[in-house]
């Protein structure tokens, strides 16, 4: 009986930390996609500018 009571407490515990770290992933993983819209923008822009000043 004890063990089985046990379980309800992990098993909240288990689903809580699941839905943190997803939401932490979904947090990389949006940071990421970001990052490189923001990256891919500056690449753009400094290629165009190397070439209009020195092309």
Do not use: D, R
């Amino acid at each position: 009986m004890i063990g089985c009571l046990l379980l309800f407490p992990l098993a909240g515990f288990l689903m809580i930390m699941g839905v943190y770290m997803t939401s932490i992933m979904a947090l990389f993983g949006a940071l990421g996609t970001a990052m490189g819209i923001y990256m891919g923008g500056m690449a753009a822009y400094f290629t165009a500018f190397f070439i209009i000043m020195f092309g």
